[in-house]
């Protein structure tokens, strides 16, 4: 075709600026030229990302209340994943700075046909949320 238009969904990355996210895609479209001279492209400034960036840190309060209570009940740490999309406790931590983990007795098929979570799970989440409550109140 003559013409394409690209829409480009680029997570930000804790620490990162519209500056980088700019040069990071600006190289690559560079790179396509370098390989095919004719190739010419219009880049439009990335936005901010709509939702802050939030990584709660591992030593926090709430974070060690979590560990404590999972070492406690199932005698290891909680797995650490991330959520790459947004998410209401970003703008909660950005208005009054108060970190809110997710804690989740999912798994990494969250949002999918084959979700499931098992009532033993289910059940130990329940645990540690009130074992959390407890340590954080005391």
């Known amino acids: 075709p003559r013409r394409c238009m690209l829409g480009i969904d680029r997570r930000y990355m804790p620490g990162e600026t ?13 790179s396509v030229r370098t390989e095919d001279p004719s190739f010419e492209y219009e880049l439009i400034a990335p936005s901010e990302p709509a939702t802050p960036l939030c990584v709660v840190p591992d030593d926090c309060e709430i974070m060690t209340a979590i560990d404590s209570a999972f070492t406690e009940l199932l005698g290891r740490k909680p797995e650490r994943m991330y959520c790459p999309g947004g998410a209401d406790s970003a703008f909660i931590h950005e208005k009054i700075g108060v970190f809110m983990p997710f804690l989740s007795a999912g798994s990494t098929d969250m949002a999918t046909t084959t ?13 540690i ?10």
């Open 18 to 30: 519209a500056e980088q996210v700019r040069k990071e895609i600006e190289d690559a479209l560079e």
């Open 115 to 127: 979700e499931s979570i098992d009532v033993e799970d289910y059940l130990n989440i329940i645990m």
């Open 129 to 138: 949320y009130m074992l959390v409550l407890v340590k954080a109140m005391s």
